[in-house]
């Protein structure tokens, strides 16, 4: 029982406090629902049917301009299951900074799933599908950590390291990191990526101890512009080394390929084509699709190729509603297959309690407004007076009209 009326506890907690250091609430609403089918019967890539939804919801108390704390938890549903709910997971994050430069500790954001137009580049932190499939987003919506991101008009960076599973006497820890920076200047892009998953530990004997690590660079370029139309070329050298078992250094593999991504864009529609080449490709976390690991677990001789194109088309019937509807063929070692993908995602938020004016005059002009909260307003003969204690005395001269409130006016 308690344990169920603990986060509105919480949440009537920092109500309270909030109210009492004079600072607003926001309540924020996420979610995706989210329908991916994947036809693959080649030997890389198992076909599968993705239908559910997580929803995130959780109050922001800002402690400063440059402070907050998110409390409040989420969920992830898959449809048909015999669960209710799969997962559900506390949101506690604090965070420290400005959007240019902003250091996360706790609860990660959904990150590009929900904004992302295109099912090529949906990945958890906007990662090459090589490094990082796009399914994440859906099945792992939750992760824990440390992050540190930041963007402006003319760079975005990402570096984060988030725990999927501890280290105990059962079994070892599970960890990801990565860092994605990306630099843009006029037509150019400069973008650069690294990613780990680890297993590890040294508390279980159970398991060996592995590493799996990909990194990317590359240079993009939109060669082609006129009105809201673009085109734009991508290429990108990737390195991979997977080590199963550290134990045994000769079992390790070391790899790398190129990917090549031409994209056509205009408003709300996106096309894209993509070519990847590679030798020994192993990625932990990575599309299969893109590895030399075939389903079965053997390992593919020699050097293969992947293509791909596709077509998405977002709508925006709200807004702080999105839907976007891709469909995409995949060809690769002699097979042709299909996938298609419908998404639907909500980002709204609502501020609870305003803020209420500051005064810049300084410490006489602050202080005489704490005496003032102790003033009531009453009505005498239709004239707005004030009355302290428990007397109604009026006064000579009216009070002036209540200030104008800061967040008083225009939508969050």
């Known amino acids: 029982m308690w344990a169920r009326a603990a986060p509105a506890i919480v949440l009537l907690t920092l ?4 109210r009492a250091e004079d600072r607003p609430l926001e309540l924020r609403f996420q979610t995706l629902f989210f329908a991916d089918n994947t036809e693959f019967f ?5 076909g599968e049917t993705l239908l559910g939804a997580w929803a995130r ?12 704390l998110d409390l409040g938890g989420t969920g992830r549903q898959q449809f048909g299951s015999e669960k209710a709910i799969e997962e559900a997971r506390p949101v506690l994050a604090l965070h420290i900074g400005s959007p240019a430069s902003l250091l996360v500790f706790g609860t990660r954001d959904p990150g590009r799933a929900t904004t992302a137009l295109g099912p090529d ?8 599908p090589p490094l990082q499939i796009e399914t994440l987003s859906f099945e792992r919506p939750w992760e824990a950590g440390l992050q540190w991101k930041g963007s402006t008009d003319s760079r975005t960076h990402d570096a984060w390291l988030s725990w999927q599973r501890i280290n105990t006497v059962a079994h070892r820890e599970r960890l990801n990191a990565g860092f994605l920076f990306e630099k843009r200047r006029n037509r150019t892009l400069g973008l650069a990526q690294a990613h780990v998953v680890h297993e590890g530990g040294q508390l279980s004997e159970f398991g060996a101890v592995s590493d799996s690590f990909a990194a990317a660079a590359g240079v993009g370029v939109d060669v082609w512009r006129r009105g809201e139309s673009r085109l734009s070329i991508f290429a990108a050298g990737v390195i ?15 790899g790398g390929g190129a990917f090549l991504r031409a994209v056509y864009r205009r408003e709300r529609l996106r096309a894209h084509a993509l070519y990847w080449h590679a030798r020994d490709f192993v990625k932990v976390e990575g599309d299969p699709n893109y590895g030399v690991i075939r389903r079965d677990g053997s390992r593919f001789p020699a050097a293969r190729d992947y293509f791909e194109a596709g077509v998405a088309r977002e709508f925006r019937p709200a807004p702080s509603l999105r839907i976007e509807v891709s469909a995409r063929v995949h060809a690769y070692e002699g097979e042709a297959d299909y996938s298609y993908r419908v998404l639907a995602s909500v980002d709204a938020a609502r501020i609870l309690r305003p803020l209420t004016s500051q005064s810049p005059q300084g410490p006489a002009k ?4 704490d005496r003032s909260r102790t003033t009531r307003r009453v009505r005498i003969n239709g004239t707005t007076t004030a009355a302290e204690g428990p007397r109604c005395l009026p006064k000579p001269e009216p009070l002036p009209p209540p200030a104008r409130s800061v967040g008083s006016e225009g939508g969050h």
């Open 57 to 68: 919801a959780f109050v922001t108390w800002p402690l400063s301009d440059h402070a907050g």
């Open 366 to 369: 602050s202080a005489a407004s």
């Open 15 to 18: 109500a309270s406090v909030a």
């Open 42 to 46: 080649g030997p890389f890539r198992t």
């Open 240 to 254: 991979s080394a997977y080590e199963p078992d550290r134990s045994r250094a000769g079992d390790g593999i070391r």
């Open 121 to 128: 580049v949906q990945t958890p932190h906007g990662l090459l």
